[in-house]
């Protein structure tokens, strides 16, 4: 019993029920709740009814499915034979104390109970965690990379594997926002889906257009504030004017703080919450909320007191300042530059401070009287635009400043001017980043060249030679903007690579006959092992008779596969989506050598794949192997057929020219009974011309080279005597 006391303690109940009702219903406490002595008394005689059918029925179920709760039942059990009274000993001080035997048997019966309904929670706790796993694996992923638009500048549909993959890639883009709302690309669609959707991508294009508009209304506070409780800026004119402006920009506040903060998905454990009210719950427990709602302390209503110029009550709206950061975090992490981000982040910061220290200046001025030395402000012109003027002068320390003359002052410029330093040291240093950052593929690249010339240079490399490397740097820069393709995505996870590369060759890859049937996974274990190069026009590719290390995929440009005598004759003429080198590679021919010379018609961009790669990769696609085999083999077979036929040709044409058989001399006997036969009859026909299947022998050359008009008409009359001749047998 104590174990029994042990296990209640330890275990965790969500909630109290009200026992009593449950009792009037069930005449059995739920699972997971606590019952007081007189509840129990109520139990024990519903309990003392059941069968002991029953009972044992379940000791048995408790021995097979928990293993431990048998001990724990004849643990009870003794405990009831021996009556003892000892066993009064507390199963909790929350739930009863008992010292008579008939206690003995409540407890027994109540520990198979309990058991019994531990089994129930464990069996609830068990099902619940299956659904919790169900529902966080239908959450939509965390998106990885937006697609590129399939259509762009692609007429062909791609074949049904690409084309998936292009749907899949849209997907995991969409589906977590807009895909509800149709229509939702407009500008008005993408508002409605704000609402329809009910939650909000913190990534998305409409929501960091929300929080520029939030960001210009705490500026509108940051610079407004200070400049009307200084400046004599606020008259009795303009404030419904001034009020306006700052209600507009509280109801702005309001708006975010209520309806889109708490919209805002959020990312738990890797995963896109989106349920509203954990969006909601996320919001309220965030460090913002609570800022953000101190920002909307209506201390304007002391304006009722102390007047509407008395503006320092508006200060809490200076609290907004993490949606200042928010939307700059954002873009930054959106445009392709984000140091000119940071550039304006930082010069807003300077000119801030230069707007505070004018506020002080003139505040500082009116203190000590206007125009009352030389160094306060005078009074004349536009008092702003004069005080921002000495302000920038003093922040940047340019130009002549007046001199200080009371120890306030001193101080007043010894501040500005510390403050300027630190701002231009930090504003200097981020240019200074813009231009290298801008500049230093740029600068790599001519590094190498410069040093590839100097090399070849040094080696005496033949000029015509120098000038192929040179024009090779340029044009791979011009085309790829780098040297090096594969360094950028050094540091990307490899699933993401994959999603990337596939992206940027679609257009290439689906043209790919190899791949169109192919499994994706077959491809997506290649696209990462092509290795992208360029030729020169002219260049050899490979060479007949080479040993086979790589297969190419023609990305742009043209090739030629020559054959022929002296590979003068081109072939074939290879473009986008063309594989070849794969019959050396597959050894398909019985030998690992090229054979064909193939060469870059002009500049060709071409995918290279290594041998030990592709076997490597279609090891496990038996199908890709046949279709990489059937394709060389048929290439075989072509070139073999036309060498055949070149090779026929030439014979023929050798014939022609020189090797005329001489016909062979008839025999003394034929010339005889030539003479004894009628001359025109069947049978001199037959001997003097021979039989039709004889004579088409032995004209073969002449009836192919040349099917002149006697040569028919020989046919014609030959048929005839056959056919006399034959008529004439007997
Ligand atoms: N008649 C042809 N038409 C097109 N491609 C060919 C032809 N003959 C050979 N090739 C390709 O040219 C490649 C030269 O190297 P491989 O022999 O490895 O593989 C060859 C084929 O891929």
Redesign the pocket.
């Known amino acids: 019993m104590d174990r029994i006391c042990l296990m209640k303690k330890r275990m965790v109940y969500p909630e109290r029920l009200e026992l009593d009702s449950l009792i009037k219903i069930n005449r059995q406490p739920p699972a997971g709740s606590w019952c007081n002595e007189s509840q129990l008394c109520d139990l024990q005689e519903t309990r003392q009814q059941r069968r002991p059918t029953e009972i044992s029925g379940l000791q048995s179920v408790e021995t097979t499915i928990l293993g431990i709760p048998m001990l724990l039942s004849v643990r009870s059990l003794d405990d009831l034979e021996q009556g003892n009274a000892d066993r009064q000993s507390t199963i909790s001080t929350n739930i009863y104390r008992s010292s008579s035997d008939e206690n003995s048997c409540i407890l027994q019966a109540d520990g198979q109970l309990f058991i019994r309904q531990r089994i129930r929670h464990l069996v609830r706790a068990f099902t619940e965690r299956a659904q919790r796993i169900r529902r966080r694996l239908e959450l939509p992923p965390t998106p990885s990379t937006v697609s590129s638009d399939p259509e762009d500048g692609n007429d062909l549909r791609p074949p049904p594997l690409f084309r998936r993959l292009q749907l899949t890639n849209c997907e995991s883009a969409d589906s977590s926002t807009c895909a509800p709302v149709a229509g939702c690309h407009s500008f008005w669609g993408r508002i409605k889906s704000i609402h329809c959707n009910r939650t909000l991508d913190p990534q998305r294009y409409e929501y960091i257009s929300w929080l520029f508009v939030v960001m210009l209304c705490y500026m509108y506070n940051c610079w407004v504030i200070p400049l009307r409780n200084t400046f004599p800026y606020q008259t009795a004119e303009n404030t419904p004017i001034w009020l306006a402006l700052d209600y507009s920009a509280d109801a702005i506040y309001f708006l975010d703080v209520a309806f889109i903060k708490p919209r805002l998905k959020y990312l738990e454990e890797g995963f896109w919450v989106a349920d509203l009210s954990l969006t909601r719950r996320n919001y309220i427990q965030k460090w913002q909320f609570k800022m953000d709602v101190l920002s909307l302390m209506p201390l304007d209503l002391l304006y009722f007191i102390f007047g509407t110029e008395y503006l320092m009550l508006r200060i809490p709206r200076l609290l907004k300042i993490q949606t200042f950061w928010e939307f700059f975090d954002r873009v930054d992490n959106m445009v392709s530059s984000p140091y000119v981000v940071r550039m304006a982040r930082t010069l807003t910061y300077m000119l801030y401070l230069i707007h505070l220290n004018a506020c002080a200046y003139y505040a500082f001025s009116t203190w000590k009287g206007l125009g009352t030395n030389s160094w306060v402000f005078s009074g004349k012109g536009s008092p702003y635009i004069r005080c921002f003027y000495f302000a920038t002068k003093t922040a940047t320390s340019i130009g002549k400043n007046p001199k200080p003359e009371t120890e306030e002052e001193s101080l007043f410029m010894t501040c500005s001017w510390l403050m300027g330093v630190f701002v231009f040291a930090i504003l200097i240093g981020q240019m200074r980043d813009i231009v290298v950052t801008a500049t230093r593929s740029q600068t790599e690249y001519k590094k190498l060249v410069d040093e590839a010339l100097e090399y070849m240079r040094c080696l005496n490399v033949p000029n015509h030679l120098q000038e192929r490397v040179k024009l090779w740097f340029t044009f791979t820069w011009e085309q790829q903007h780098t040297l090096d393709e594969s360094r950028i995505m050094d540091t990307l996870p490899h699933k993401m690579k994959t999603d990337i590369a596939i992206n940027v060759h679609i257009q290439t890859l689906s043209k790919v006959q190899l791949f169109h049937d192919c499994d994706e996974a077959l491809l997506r274990e290649l696209v990462l092992k092509l290795r992208p190069v360029i030729f020169l026009p002219g260049d050899f590719i490979?060479r007949k008779g080479e040993v086979?290390k790589q297969m190419y995929i023609v990305k742009t440009g043209q090739v030629q596969?020559m054959?022929g005598e002296n590979e003068s004759e081109v072939?074939?003429t290879?473009t986008e989506g063309s594989v070849?080198?794969?019959?050396?590679?597959l050894a398909i021919a019985g030998c690992n050598r090229?054979?064909?010379t193939?060469r870059s018609r002009g500049f060709s961009n071409l995918f290279v794949l290594r041998k030990a790669d592709l076997n490597e990769a279609i090891a496990y696609y038996p199908d890709a192997q046949e279709i990489l085999k059937k394709k060389a083999k048929q290439?075989i077979k072509?070139?073999a057929d036309r060498e055949r036929n070149n090779k026929k040709e030439q014979e023929m044409a050798e014939v022609i020219i020189g090797n005329r058989v001489e016909a062979p001399e008839t025999p003394r006997l034929v010339h005889t009974v030539m003479q004894v036969v009628p001359a025109n009859s069947p049978t001199a026909h037959l001997l003097k011309y021979g039989s039709r299947s004889t004579r088409r022998v032995n004209n073969t050359w002449l009836n192919c080279a040349q099917p002149t008009t006697e040569n028919q008409m020989l046919m014609v009359e030959d048929n005839i005597a056959v056919k006399n001749s034959e008529s004439c047998l007997p």
């Not at 070849?580 to 590679?585: D, P, Y």
Request: hydrophobic content about 50%; glycine content about 16%; some cysteine.
């Open positions: 490979c086979g596969v054959g072939l074939a290879l070849f080198g794969e019959i050396s590679l090229r054979t064909a193939v290439l072509q070139n």
